[in-house]
Every structure is written in structure tokens, then in C-alpha cells.
């Protein structure tokens, strides 16, 4: 079990280092976030998507099967991203597997944090992290592969 857990913290690492942006602005946050709206539509998934730059809403979308706790869900992971500057769902990976919890470790109310996935760092290439992207309302894990699976549809066109 510990070699999986590993395996995926390693794997989440090569996510990040990848999938970076040589520049974002707010037309890129609408097109990330209509990407994702599309294959949400296409996969009939009930998510809420959020895009910001440096603290800046630029794109949110709750689709059909959503509710006002995906927003609560959003806020939380991203605070997760701000504050460690990796994705909601690395940070979680990381935590487990040392058998720690977010609150604990960084002294937080857990009603603010979530490292659950769905909150990505938008990391500009000899930046640093500049935004976030998430999604709210699968599987964690599923939360965090749409996100990746829409970067590296972004990034590669």
C-alpha cells in the first residue's frame, strides 16, 4: 500500500511539473473553463467549475446536478492551493501517507481547508502559481483527473 500511495504522490509531482502555462490571461481562463464545461456536458457530469487568478473569479459554472455546497467544496480546496502552492489533491496524497490531517498539521479550522481533489495550481513557467482551477462534485480523484485531462487538452493544442 505505502508503494502505491508513492507511486501516485510521484505521479501527481509530474502533473504539476508538466502541465504549466508560458502565460495565462483571462481569455484563457474562459476557454479552459467552456473546455471543461464541454466535457462535463459530453460525460453528463453535475460539477461546478472555477477559475482565478490571483484571487480573481475569472470563469464559474455550476452545471445541472450541482448545489451551493460545491461552491463551499471550491472555496475550501483552493485555500489549499494558495496556501502550498500544489494541487487539493496532492497535498491529501501527502497528508495520508504520512497519517496526518491538514488541520493538524498547519494549525487551520478544517471547515476552511479541504485537501481533497479538484483544486490545480495554474503555474506559469518561470512565474510560479498565478491561479487555481477546480472542480467540485465527483470522486475526488475523479475531480482532479477532468482537471488534468482539461490542462493537457489545453496545453497540447
Given at each position: 500500500?505505502?508503494?502505491?500511495?508513492?507511486?501516485?504522490?510521484?505521479?501527481?509531482?509530474?502533473?504539476?511539473?508538466?502541465?504549466?502555462?508560458?502565460?495565462?490571461?483571462?481569455?484563457?481562463?474562459?476557454?479552459?473553463?467552456?473546455?471543461?464545461?464541454?466535457?462535463?456536458?459530453?460525460?453528463?457530469?453535475?460539477?461546478?467549475?472555477?477559475?482565478?487568478?490571483?484571487?480573481?473569479?475569472?470563469?464559474?459554472?455550476?452545471?445541472?446536478?450541482?448545489?451551493?455546497?460545491?461552491?463551499?467544496?471550491?472555496?475550501?480546496?483552493?485555500?489549499?492551493?494558495?496556501?502550498?502552492?500544489?494541487?487539493?489533491?496532492?497535498?491529501?496524497?501527502?497528508?495520508?501517507?504520512?497519517?496526518?490531517?491538514?488541520?493538524?498539521?498547519?494549525?487551520v479550522n478544517p471547515a476552511d481547508y479541504a485537501t481533497h481533489g479538484g483544486a490545480f495550481p495554474i503555474r506559469v513557467r518561470d512565474v510560479g502559481v498565478?491561479g487555481v482551477v477546480t472542480v467540485s462534485g465527483l470522486p475526488q480523484a475523479d475531480d482532479h483527473a477532468l482537471v488534468v485531462e482539461a490542462l493537457t487538452?489545453?496545453?497540447?493544442?
Amino acid at each position: 500500500m505505502i508503494g502505491h500511495v508513492e507511486e501516485l504522490i510521484a505521479a501527481l509531482e509530474t502533473q504539476e511539473e508538466r502541465l504549466q502555462f508560458s502565460r495565462f490571461d483571462n481569455d484563457d481562463a474562459w476557454a479552459l473553463g467552456c473546455l471543461l464545461v464541454d466535457l462535463a456536458r459530453d460525460r453528463a457530469l453535475p460539477i461546478t467549475i472555477d477559475i482565478r487568478r490571483h484571487g480573481h473569479q475569472l470563469f464559474h459554472a455550476a452545471l445541472p446536478g450541482t448545489a451551493p455546497d460545491n461552491d463551499r467544496w471550491i472555496e475550501r480546496k483552493i485555500r489549499v492551493v494558495e496556501r502550498l502552492n500544489t494541487s487539493s489533491y496532492l497535498a491529501g496524497r501527502r497528508l495520508a501517507a504520512k497519517g496526518a490531517s491538514f488541520d493538524e498539521s498547519y494549525g487551520v479550522n478544517p471547515a476552511d481547508y479541504a485537501t481533497h481533489g479538484g483544486a490545480f495550481p495554474i503555474r506559469v513557467r518561470d512565474v510560479g502559481v498565478v491561479g487555481v482551477v477546480t472542480v467540485s462534485g465527483l470522486p475526488q480523484a475523479d475531480d482532479h483527473a477532468l482537471v488534468v485531462e482539461a490542462l493537457t487538452q489545453f496545453l497540447t493544442r
